[in-house]
């Protein structure tokens, strides 16, 4: 367990060497909330420019409320896992109803319990939000703060409730916001997977783990599905591609792109040109997708690209696609 002099250590030293990020110089619940919620399996590097995004989009709950879930959608383009996104939409639907209807009357709620029965929202999310925008004495655990555990205590694969119980113990009830975001803080530059930098750490005196730090915690293996499909392009007579717009359920779901179908169950026809393949990695599944171009029958309208939300994959087909197109289509 950390010490009270851990906790003024740690305090000190995040005080000091915390990064500059914008959503640590704001108290609004809501622009705490999107940099917790994308941040989720992205990158600070990458989150800074999607939460500037969004929150010019939406600088308030209420913006993104009534909003179509494809403005929001298409906000989010490019930051990955849109189930995000729609979730968010529907929070922000909920937090507006008025209490006589479920809702909030417009506020977002600020206990961990509560901030837990809205959308999206997780036990590590719930717990961010409650200590860092509302001072509640929660305390959070993600992938560094079990990191930091591991190695503290020298514990190979300890199980999620024994992290959880040692975060719970080491809370500082003073300044929970601050001590949550320096413990993930410490992680993230500090006591990363590798080139570990024990030297730096402000816990190093009382952890048990320098002697060889990267033997924790356990890397966990992560199962990743092989999907095979054929994406089926058209070029339109007015230069735009032909979009569909996916269900609100399943992979892409609610995006628009090109029609997709398992590789091999049904070959496509002699006038659908094979383009090549785009590998593509999600969390879960590495993608191979043989791209078709049809190049008889053009429809006359096609849908811009700009105008609705697309994934990185389909942008991927599009442009490969784009590199077999007819003289008088290109451009």
């Excluded at 959608?73 to 996104?85: F, M, P």
């Excluded at 009357?105 to 999206?120: A, E, I």
């Excluded at 975001?181 to 816990?203: D, H, I, K, W």
């Amino acid at each position: 367990m950390l010490s009270s002099n851990d906790q003024r250590d740690l305090l000190a030293w995040y005080d000091e060497h915390q990064r500059d990020l914008p959503w640590r110089h704001s108290s609004d619940p809501w622009a705490i909330l999107l940099s917790e919620i994308l941040l989720q399996q992205t990158q600070v590097s990458r989150g800074l420019v999607y939460w500037q995004r969004m929150v010019e989009a939406f600088p308030t709950i209420a913006t993104m409320a009534t909003a179509p879930v494809e403005t929001v959608l298409k906000a989010w383009e490019g930051a990955g896992y849109y189930s995000r996104a729609r979730r968010l939409h529907a929070l922000s639907q909920l937090v507006m109803l008025p209490k006589a209807e479920g809702g909030f009357d417009g506020r977002l709620p600020s206990t961990y319990g509560t901030l837990l029965s809205l959308p999206g929202i997780g036990p590590y999310t719930a717990a961010a939000v409650a200590s860092i925008a509302f001072g509640q004495p929660v305390a959070c655990v993600d992938g560094n703060i079990r990191r930091v555990m591991a190695r503290h205590t020298a514990q190979q694969d300890p199980p999620t409730k024994e992290v959880q119980t040692w975060a719970d113990s080491a809370l500082s009830h003073e300044r929970p916001g601050d001590w949550n975001q320096a413990l993930m803080e410490l992680g993230a530059t500090v006591c990363t997977p590798r080139r570990v930098n024990c030297e730096s750490c402000p816990l190093q005196s009382t952890c048990q783990g320098t002697h060889e730090p990267e033997r924790f915690p356990t890397p966990r293996k992560s199962r990743v599905k092989a999907v095979c499909l054929d994406a089926l392009v058209q070029i339109a007579a007015d230069g735009h591609p032909v979009l569909h717009q996916r269900p609100l359920s399943g992979m892409f779901a609610g995006l628009w792109g090109p029609m997709y179908h398992e590789h091999d169950v049904q070959r496509p026809a002699p006038d659908w040109l094979s383009c090549g393949t785009v590998e593509h990695l999600l969390s879960h599944r590495r993608m191979t997708v043989h791209v078709f171009l049809k190049t008889e029958e053009a429809p006359p309208h096609g849908t811009p690209r700009s105008k609705v939300p697309i994934s990185s994959l389909d942008e991927k087909v599009l442009a490969m696609a784009s590199k077999h197109l007819p003289t008088e289509h290109e451009g």
